[in-house]
C-alpha cells in the first residue's frame, strides 16, 4: 500500500523528478498529513476486509475510499510503502506520524511490513538503526547511478563512494535494502548502467550474497515541468531510445538473476496522468515484459551454444509460456535462427528448462 509523499523532505529537486505526476498525487508537497489521512481511511477499509474475512462475512459493501486504493480487497495484511520523497529527511514529528502510524496498524494486524524510499547521502548508521527500532523493516536507497561522472552531470549532489557507503549502512543496520538505478540518466551510457548493476550486486566475492535483496531499474524519461525537460529542449540531453534501453537492461536482469536478485520493477508506474506528463523517453506499456523476454533468449542462446548439434527438444516451464516468444511474437525469428521453433517445444509442469 504505498503512501505517497511527493518531494517530502528533499533537499533539493533533482532533474528528473515529477513525484506529483510519478505517483499520481497533485495535491502539492509536502502534504503529509493528508496523505497520512487517505491511508488512515484505507487502513480502516482493510481492517474491515479482514474482520469479514475472518468471521466469513460478504465483501464491504463500501468502496475503497482513497484514490489510489486500486486493488482487489485482498483479505492479507498489507506492507506500508512510504514512496515519493526522502523519508529520513522528513521533519521528526512527520516522520513520527508515519511510523506510528504503520506500528499502531500493525498492532491491529492490518500491516505487515514497512518500507520507505530515500536518498544515498540522506542516511546515517545512527539514524537507520533508530528507523529498524521503529519497526522499518525495507529502506529503498534511489541512488540511481554509483558513477560518479553521472551523479555529476545529473547534480545528484553525492559522489558513489556516498552511495556505496548507504548501501552497507541500511544492510548493516539489518534493513532489507533496495536499490534503485536510472539508466540513461544524465551521464548513464549503456556501460555505465552496467557497470552500475554490478555495483548494486556487490559484494561479489565468492560465496557473498549481495546486499541488495532487490533492485529496480526506472529508465529515465524526459517529465513535463522538470530541469530535464528544458535541458531537452534546449538539446544538451536526449533520453535514451527504446532498443538501446531494452538491451542494457537485458543485462543488468541477467545479471541480477545471476546473482539471485530479483528486478521488481522496470519503467515507472502508469499512474494517471503519468502518459501525458511524458515528453520523450523509452516508454513502452509492457517494458518489463520485453526485457525479461530478451533476456530470456539470451539466457537460452548460451545453452544451445554449448548443444554439439542443433537443438530437437526444448522443455520450458509452462509459466513462461506467455514470455518466451517475446511481447507479440517479436522473438520468433530470432528463436528460429537458434534452431528453436513452436512446434519443438514442449512445456513443462515444473520450474525446469530442458534442452535435448
Ligand atoms: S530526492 Fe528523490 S523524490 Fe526527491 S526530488 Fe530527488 S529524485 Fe525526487
Known amino acids: 500500500m504505498p503512501v505517497f509523499l511527493p518531494f517530502a523532505g528533499c533537499p533539493t529537486r533533482c532533474v528528473f523528478c515529477a513525484q506529483d505526476v510519478q505517483t499520481g498525487q497533485r495535491g502539492g508537497a509536502n502534504n503529509i498529513a493528508h496523505a497520512l489521512r487517505q491511508?488512515?481511511?484505507r487502513l480502516e477499509h482493510e481492517a474491515r476486509l479482514l474482520q469479514e474475512a475472518t468471521t466469513g462475512g460478504g465483501s464491504a459493501p463500501d468502496s475503497p475510499p482513497t484514490p489510489n486504493a486500486a486493488h482487489d480487497a485482498s483479505p492479507s495484511p498489507l506492507e506500508i510503502a512510504f514512496y515519493g520523497?526522502?523519508?529520513?529527511?522528513?521533519?521528526?514529528?512527520?516522520?513520527d506520524a508515519c511510523l506510528e502510524l504503520a506500528h499502531r496498524w500493525r498492532q491491529r494486524g492490518v500491516v505487515c511490513r514497512v518500507r520507505?524510499?530515500?536518498r544515498p547521502d540522506a542516511v546515517t548508521a545512527r539514524g537507520l538503526t533508530a528507523l529498524r527500532t521503529a519497526g522499518m523493516d525495507c529502506v529503498e536507497l534511489g541512488v540511481q547511478s554509483f558513477d560518479d561522472g553521472a551523479l555529476d552531470a545529473a547534480s545528484r549532489g553525492y559522489a558513489g563512494s556516498v552511495a556505496r557507503d548507504a548501501c552497507a549502512m541500511v544492510a548493516g543496520a539489518g534493513l532489507e535494502l533496495g536499490v534503485q538505478l536510472m539508466p540513461g540518466m544524465p551521464g548513464v551510457t549503456p556501460e555505465v548502467f552496467r557497470a552500475d548493476v554490478h555495483a548494486a550486486l556487490r559484494p561479489d566475492a565468492d560465496g557473498a550474497a549481495p546486499l541488495a535483496a532487490f533492485l529496480r531499474f526506472y529508465p529515465c524519461l524526459v517529465l513535463r515541468g522538470t530541469p530535464l525537460a528544458?535541458?531537452?529542449?534546449?538539446?544538451?540531453?536526449a533520453p535514451w531510445p527504446l532498443d538501446t534501453t531494452v538491451d542494457p537492461l537485458?543485462?543488468?536482469?541477467?545479471?541480477a538473476w545471476a546473482r539471485g536478485v530479483a528486478v521488481v520493477r522496470m519503467g515507472l508506474s502508469p499512474e494517471?496522468?503519468?502518459?501525458?506528463?511524458?515528453?520523450?523517453?523509452?516508454?513502452?506499456p509492457a517494458l518489463g515484459q520485453l526485457v525479461k523476454a530478451e533476456a530470456l533468449r539470451r539466457h537460452v542462446a548460451m545453452y544451445v551454444a554449448r548443444l554439439p548439434g542443433?537443438?530437437?527438444?526444448?522443455g520450458v516451464p509452462r509459466r513462461l509460456r506467455g514470455l518466451l516468444w517475446g511481447h507479440a511474437n517479436g522473438l520468433v525469428d530470432a528463436y528460429a535462427a537458434m534452431g528453436i521453433t513452436r512446434a519443438m517445444v514442449h512445456w513443462r509442469d515444473d520450474d525446469s528448462f530442458t534442452l535435448e
Not at 85 to 95: D, I
Not at 250 to 255: F, I, K, Q, R, T
Open 39 to 41: 491511508a488512515e481511511a
Open 230 to 237: 528544458e535541458r531537452w529542449r534546449a538539446g544538451s540531453y
Open 310 to 314: 542443433p537443438p530437437v527438444r526444448p
Open 272 to 284: 494517471d496522468g503519468l502518459d501525458d506528463a511524458v515528453l520523450a523517453g523509452p516508454v513502452h
Open 116 to 118: 520507505c524510499s530515500t
Open 85 to 95: 520523497g526522502t523519508f529520513t529527511l522528513l521533519p521528526e514529528a512527520e516522520r
Open 250 to 255: 537485458a543485462d543488468g536482469l541477467l545479471a
